[in-house]
């Protein structure tokens, strides 16, 4: 069966990381709406002109910019997808249904407090927006992707003042889905602390348990 899942968690809980691994070892598609716009801003698309201050702000991008978004790149991928920083909120969730079934919601839990030292030293490829992390998982070489080579870049919304209005529009906005899941049963909570193995092998055994 091709799965549907969505990966949801605070910014900095591992999402990134864990989709990446998830594509590369079970074959599954990463739709990330956040990749998707940067790339939007990076080369100065209409979507990207509008979407860029809230980015900067760290607020969400309006519903209409990434629902059109995502409804595309749904059509266009095949077999098992897995949906990385949409739904945001309630609206996209529900929207989100309309259009397909989500099989899994895999919800990565992490202390808040870890959180804006996992942002601010998150390192970022440009060219496969593969992620890095200075301390826990620093690139071979400095500066440079362990995967495709490319430059590795900060965010420019993981600076502390931005990460913090994240996680303040995390929880105001994106953990209520917790509850929206819950309720559909489909909701899987991981413990997204510790060694990035391990955590990856929760997830595994959650998707193959499902
Ligand atoms: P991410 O890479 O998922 O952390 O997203 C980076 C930024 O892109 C967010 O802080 C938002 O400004 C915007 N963004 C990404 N996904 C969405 C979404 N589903 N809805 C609204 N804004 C989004």
Do not use: W
Not at 31 to 53: F, H, M, N, Q, Y
Not at 116 to 140: G, I, Q
Request: hydrophobic share 35%; glycine share 10%.
């Amino acid at each position: 069966m091709d799965l549907k899942i969505v990966i949801l968690g605070p910014p900095g809980s591992g999402k990134g990381t864990q989709t990446e691994r998830l594509c590369a070892e079970l074959g599954f598609t990463k739709i990330s709406t956040g990749d998707l716009l940067r790339e939007a801003v990076r080369t100065g698309t209409p979507l990207g002109v509008k979407a860029k201050g809230f980015m900067d702000a760290g607020k969400l991008v309006p519903n209409e910019l990434v629902m059109d978004l995502i409804k595309e790149k749904l059509k266009s991928v095949k077999g098992p997808v897995i949906l990385d920083g949409f739904p945001r909120n309630l609206e996209q969730a529900e929207m989100l249904d309309k259009i397909t079934k989500i099989d899994m919601a895999i919800d990565l839990e992490v202390n808040e407090d870890k959180l804006v030292k996992r942002l601010t030293l998150r390192r970022t490829c440009k060219d496969c927006n593969s992620v890095f992390h200075l301390e826990f998982n620093p690139p071979k070489v400095a500066g440079k992707c362990d995967k495709c080579g490319g430059e590795l870049f900060q965010r420019s919304d993981d600076i502390e003042r931005t990460v913090r209005e994240r996680l303040r529009v995390y929880k105001e906005s994106t953990l209520p889905l917790t509850n929206y899941y819950t309720k559909k049963g489909i909701l899987k909570m991981i413990e997204g602390e510790g060694d990035i193995g391990a955590i990856y092998q929760r997830i595994v055994k959650a998707i193959k348990t499902k």
